[in-house]
């Protein structure tokens, strides 16, 4: 299927319908929002070549002018609407439950991102980076690390791990945002997330490839890493996936990226050496 360029005026109403929201007044409300994101999710699906790795960007041209569309939108603001939505009355005080319509309203959004990852990761990660998007981004992941980790929302608390594994993929000024802000930082909640992912195959599935793509080539998030988790982990569960060479991708990342992940960690200087001063780590 080809989304046609009527595709744009879909998407530029349902940015205004996202951009317009703060909070959920009522059921209907939160109806017609999680519709418009299906909507969009469908559009993104439809020119998504099924069975790549995230990185795979669609090669051919783009008549629908989606991509396009897309940035100019800031993807429909969907990250602002999740900060206006969760973060409307400041920042996180206590992880109180989610009200139901507000927590599949955060599904869908989450859904949305990562549909829009597979489809275009340079899309997503180029609008993320910018400087009002990227703090958005930041105090949302680490409100719903926080709230979902304590209330037990596991489908938000995966949907969340792998959307931060795909945003710092390969890129290093968003790799770097992980470890900014208050204490705990995003990397510090991942790394403390509860010991089920890092024992149940299943959900370090989930985490391992996010915590490898936010200290791939990133020399001070292994630092942060090492505090609670070994590399050493990681090194294993990249040998692992690694040991079936018939694979492609695994999880949605390419091969090849494992493979230079896994060469990356093994040496002996990928992590910076400690200073007891508070100075910026040192690589040698």
């Known amino acids: ?15 205004e319908t996202c951009k317009l929201t703060t909070r959920i007044k009522d059921e209907e409300s939160c109806t017609r929002l999680i519709v418009s994101l299906e909507l969009l999710d469908a559009c993104c699906t439809a020119v998504t070549q099924p069975d790549t790795a995230v990185c795979t960007l669609p090669s051919r041209s783009d008549p629908s002018q989606l991509v396009e569309t897309l ?19 400041g920042p996180l005080r206590s992880p109180s439950p989610l009200e139901p319509a507000t927590l599949c309203l955060v599904q869908e959004c989450l859904n949305t991102l990562l549909t829009i990852a597979r489809f275009s990761l340079s899309t997503l990660q180029s609008v993320l980076d910018t400087e009002g998007m990227s703090l958005e981004l930041r105090h949302v992941c680490n409100y719903l690390l926080t709230c979902a980790t304590h209330n037990s929302y596991t489908s938000i608390l995966d949907l969340c791990i792998q ?28 790394t403390s997330l509860p010991f089920s992912y890092f024992s149940d195959v299943k959900l370090m599935n989930l985490l391992f490839p996010t915590l490898v793509s936010a200290c791939f080539e ?34 949605h990342y390419p091969r090849a990226t494992f493979q230079q992940a896994l060469k990356f960690l093994e040496a002996p200087d990928t992590t910076p050496k400690p200073t007891t001063n508070g100075a910026a780590p040192e690589v040698t």
């Open 1 to 15: 299927a080809v989304v046609s360029t009527q595709s744009t005026g879909i998407i530029d109403t349902i940015n």
């Open 71 to 89: 940035v100019f939108t800031k993807m429909c603001n969907i990250v602002t609407l999740l900060y206006g939505v969760l973060l409307y009355d």
């Open 163 to 190: 959307l931060i594994g795909y945003v710092v993929f390969s890129h290093p000024s968003n790799q770097i945002m992980l470890q900014n802000g208050p204490s705990p930082s995003i990397l510090q909640l991942l």
């Open 218 to 251: 990133c020399p001070s998030n292994i630092v942060i890493l090492q505090r609670q988790v070994s590399k050493v982990m990681l090194i294993a569960f990249l040998k692992e996936q690694l040991a079936d060479k018939e694979r492609k991708h695994i999880n």
